[in-house]
């Protein structure tokens, strides 16, 4: 081995999304021709480093993935090296192992780390720069909540698979006169909601953002009725909830940087629909599908101008940056102004103006 040779790691941390596998080609492809840097893959995100489980990737390893869904590392949405649930007595107490993350990374000879993931997995790697790890973020999820950058990777996909339900649920709402309401994620940020809410024409929108009331969705129902429209499409994302009232939360999973399941108010409002104006209500909840699949010819470019860029700003020396995408320009900015924020829908956006222009309906008004 050519001990001059750099050697950079890199890992996906967090939910998988489409897109991932195009980062770590990118990464693999620029890093290996451009600087003639060997490439270690880190499985099942921090994890992987907490329990030694690295490969060397090579061009023959990335070849055929940038359309493949999910990512050739593996993830983990739990493993946290400075937070390890350990069993001590009858007790599980949480522990910083995260001398063993840096001992694997020394073990390996990898200068550099390259983390991609979303706000937990950052929130992570801006740790891990503190203890002297040279670190460089890639912002992914489908949720487009990271702060710091207009859009994540895996947005579109999402939205693409979410404005296809909304379009399929158009024509079986008004051919049995139905309300529909999808369901969409986006944990506490609306979104995938809005945006596809948008796209297929959605008639009423309920986000995190701004609370709902429900005599104000009720209403707009039976408006529509009233000039004929006896159907109305509902998106809502996962997060929305009623004013006054807190979220709907499917499960709590011990453990995870984000304990929170969301999930469920999509039937609640469906229930609480059918109680007040009787009319028949059905709910569709999409999960994971939104996450699974081919990613859009978007977010594979983009994903690919973001693997570039991170190999790119370790050439440079740049640690401590996660890369970013403004105004159609590839940017960094330091990890330590974006972890814990997320970037939610603004209530005075442009794009929620243009939906109550054309007559969506927030459920506020």
């Known amino acids: 081995m050519n001990n001059n040779k750099r050697r950079i790691g890199v890992l996906t941390g967090g939910g998988d999304c489409p897109g991932l596998n195009a980062v770590i080609r990118a990464v693999t492809k620029s890093?290996?021709?451009?600087?003639?840097?060997?490439?270690?893959g880190i499985e099942d995100g921090f994890l992987g480093l907490?329990?030694?489980r690295t490969r060397i990737l090579n061009n023959d390893d990335v070849s055929g993935i940038l359309l493949a869904g999910g990512t050739i590392l593996g993830t983990s949405n739990t493993a946290n090296p400075f937070s390890v649930p350990c069993k001590k007595g009858n007790k599980i107490v949480k522990e910083d192992h995260s001398d063993r993350a840096v001992k694997t990374l020394k073990r390996h000879s990898i200068d550099a780390l390259i983390c991609i993931g979303g706000d937990g997995t950052h929130a992570v790697a801006h740790k891990m720069a503190q203890l002297g790890v040279k670190v460089v973020g890639v912002p992914k999820t489908i949720d487009n909540d990271v702060y710091g950058t207009d859009i994540t990777f895996g947005f579109n996909s999402a939205v693409s698979v979410a404005t296809d339900g909304v379009d399929r649920l158009h024509t079986t709402a008004e051919s049995h006169h139905r309300?529909?309401?999808?369901?969409?994620?986006?944990?506490?940020?609306g979104w995938i909601a809005l945006e596809s809410g948008i796209a297929g024409g959605a008639d009423i929108i309920l986000l995190p953002e701004i609370p709902f009331n429900?005599?104000?969705?009720?209403n707009k129902i039976k408006e529509r009725r009233k000039h004929g429209k006896r159907f109305s499409l509902i998106v809502v994302s996962e997060g929305a909830h009623p004013k006054g009232k807190s979220l709907t939360v499917k499960k709590v999973i011990k453990g995870s940087p984000d304990p929170l399941r969301l999930g469920g108010i999509g039937q609640k409002i469906a229930d609480d629909i059918e109680k007040k104006i009787r009319i028949e209500t059905r709910v569709t909840v999409l999960g994971h599908l939104q996450r699974g699949g081919t990613p859009t010819p978007f977010d594979r470019v983009l994903a690919t101008r973001f693997g570039v860029e991170a190999v790119q700003l370790i050439a440079k020396g740049s640690y401590g940056r996660m890369v970013a995408y403004k105004n159609d320009d590839i940017i960094s900015v330091p990890i330590h102004k974006v972890v814990s924020k997320l970037k939610v829908v603004p209530k005075s956006s442009s794009i929620i103006k243009a939906a109550r222009a054309v007559g969506t309906t927030f459920g506020d008004r």
Request: glycine share 4%; aromatic share 6%; charged share 25%.
């Open 214 to 218: 429900l005599d104000a969705v009720c």
């Open 179 to 189: 309300v529909m309401v999808l369901e969409v994620m986006g944990r506490y940020a």
């Open 31 to 40: 890093a290996i021709t451009d600087h003639d840097y060997t490439v270690i």
């Open 50 to 52: 907490l329990e030694d």
